[in-house]
Nanobody, 112 residues
């Protein structure tokens, strides 16, 4: 298991920005951000492998940027041009062939 600690959520107006962080207790191959809105299934937002490969959900392409600092075992999600539909609990995920771990989640609310 990997311990994951998220931070950076909050309330922002439409068009605003937020940056989420996820600190992992050790290095792990793949880290990702998921989100879950009320009444909806959890969905993948963006993924980042330790080698630098990234992938994004179509709904966030061009607005969100995932990055990681391998020296600090920390994953980031820069979210720009936020929309009300981005409102959700955002979860950090870390996985390798043997284990999958989740953070506790951080609430992001986009509202005027």
């Amino acid at each position: 298991q990997v311990q994951l600690v998220e931070s950076g959520g909050g309330v922002v107006q439409p068009g605003g920005s937020l940056r989420l962080s996820c600190a992992a207790s050790r290095s792990i191959f793949t880290m990702a951000w998921y989100r879950q809105a009320p009444g909806k299934q959890r969905e993948l937002v963006a993924v980042h492998t330790i080698s630098g490969t990234t992938n994004y959900a179509d709904s966030v392409k061009g607005r969100f940027t995932i990055s990681r600092d391998n020296a600090k075992n920390t994953l980031y999600l820069q979210m720009n041009t936020l929309k009300p539909d981005d409102t959700a609990v955002y979860y950090c995920n870390a996985r390798d062939p043997l284990t999958t771990s989740w953070g506790q989640g951080t609430q992001v609310t986009v509202s005027s």
